[in-house]
Nanobody, 126 residues
Framework: QVQLVESGGGLVQTGGSLRLSCAAS????????MGWFRQAPGKEREFVSR????????YYAASVKGRFTISRDNAKNTLYLQMNGLKSEDTAVYYC???????????????????WGQGTQVTVSS
């Protein structure tokens, strides 16, 4: 059974930092693309970042590039998202996602991802 469990969310002031973690189990973590999405109240889920199986390739949404850093530890089956310079518009539920197969390079479209976590709330106050 595939499980993706996010943690590290919380309340932070504008300009602050948080590091999200996603602990994965039940899948071949080290062979899969992993990613982060977020969903704000009343909005659609949106792509945040993606990382290749080795960690050698990363990709970010324009809205977070330069402020967020995605990384992974394949020995620990854990995905991370370091968020710096947080803004009120970053407030959302953040979801960890995994590709369904190692041959798939998921896109910014949520439908291209195979597995999802339950989400962790990030609230940025001004």
């Amino acid at each position: 059974q595939v499980q993706l469990v996010e943690s590290g969310g919380g309340l932070v002031q504008t300009g602050g930092s948080l590091r999200l973690s996603c602990a994965a189990s039940g899948l071949s973590f080290s062979s899969l693309f992993m990613g982060w999405f977020r969903q704000a109240p009343g909005k659609e889920r949106e792509f945040v970042s993606r990382i290749s199986w080795s960690g050698g390739s990363t990709y970010y949404a324009a809205s977070v590039k330069g402020r967020f850093t995605i990384s992974r530890d394949n020995a620990k089956n854990t995905l991370y998202l370091q968020m710096n310079g947080l803004k009120s518009e970053d407030t959302a539920v953040y979801y960890c996602a995994a590709a369904r197969f190692s041959s798939i390079v998921p896109t910014e479209q949520s439908a291209s991802w195979g597995y999802w976590g339950q989400g962790t709330q990030v609230t940025v106050s001004s």
